[in-house]
């Protein structure tokens, strides 16, 4: 049957051709200062140096052959060489803060193996990462609102402290304001400041993650400001009208393009094709500042993971108005090389302890959920049982025991902290060595394994 030999070599041949070119979409995010960058610049370094370090050693990087960081032609690209820049400066840097989304491509090309090696010489995968800030997710529950329905939850959030004293006169004024009066702009611009400091304040002075609109914190370059004014009127409702002109107008159409373009928009244009998502968190900070901090950090994650729970009769689906896709999702406590490495397991236990419920949810959508203690760039070393490193802004070493972290996480989030220094990273990052880390390789398998190379 020579005819069917031969469509069969074609057949092969075909799916050897479209195997060939992969794409694998991963997200990458978190809270601020969650460790995003340095995890992003961690894991290009690891792959740019994969023939050397713990990568070198493990399928399928054993058939990596080279890996290219695009430089040219990536929109809103991911600051690398800025963070390298940084990281490998004398004294060494963290790298800065970032506030919006950016965008990673690399692409790999693997040796084939087995029958395809015939047919085809090499398999590429190009490796998308997309970073965003956590925040933009929280954002989420404004799709299922409208305008005076926001307004009534303003209400009730500035009623209840810590709100209602870091909102201070600027509840009375809001309060005060007519919804369908006519609406001054200089003062609309005021009070959509004052809003955002108070943002700020309920972040910084309270520790609060649910702090909306998230745009007003963490703007990205994609949104005008002007489209960015707008404030609760705390007397509207549900039921509230104005006329055009009014504050209730102005308010409510601005309010409606947030929601319907900025908010929409990040999860049509970016989040939906995504086929797999990095959350980061750090357990370690809120464990250190103690049980309220602990507390907003779980209803922020909680908020985080909704995004990413497929079960619940479609809520999600219908939300967004298409099905998303992500099909791993890694839940990795960041920075543990703060802790003994005989403690890094408790971290991340104490952080799924927190999470157990929202993570059953997601797993049970769906989703693969992999939970690693990971540190992107390991600042300490172990000598006894001690940890050696360099404190930030001073030179020389420090020799400290760090304490303990519980086995699990106590129902009464009580728990005694260990001590968190701020440290410097290491001295001698060099782009073409691999950065010394925790798990980065058990990480970035897992991802590409996703992908079947
Ligand atoms: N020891 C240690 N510290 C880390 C590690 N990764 C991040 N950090 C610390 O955490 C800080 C924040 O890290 P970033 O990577 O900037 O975090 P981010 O999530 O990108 O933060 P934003 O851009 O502000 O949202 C750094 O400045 C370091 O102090 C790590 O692997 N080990
Ligand atoms: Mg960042």
Known sequence: ???????????????AEGLGQQRLRVGVTGLSGAGKTTFITSLINQLENHNKGLLSRRAPFDRLESVRWQRDNVERAFPYLESLGALSAQPARWPDSTSDLSRVVIDLRFRPQGLLRKLQSTRQLRLEI??????????????????????????????AEPRRSLAGPLRDTLLGLDPAAPVDAVQLVDLTEQWRQFLLRCRSEAGLSRNQPARFLQPGSDVAPQMLQFVPLLLANRHSAGEQGSWWAECQARFNYYRDFVVRGFFEQHFRHLDQQVLLVDMLGPMDAGEAALNDLRDAMEAVLASFDYGRSGLLARLLRFRPRIGRLAFCATKVDKVNPAQQRAVQQCLEDLMVDRLADVRHGGVEVRGLPLSAIRATRQEGDALVAGLQGEEGWVRYRPGDIPAHLPQSLQVSSPDLLPLRPPPGLHRSEPFPHYRMDDLIAWLIEGAEP
């Open 1 to 15: 049957m020579p005819n069917n030999s031969a469509n069969w070599f074609k057949q092969v041949a075909q799916r």
């Open 130 to 159: 997309i970073d965003y800030p956590g925040e933009w997710l929280l954002d989420l529950p404004l799709l299922q609102l409208d305008y005076g329905q926001w307004c009534e939850q303003m209400r009730q959030w500035l009623e």
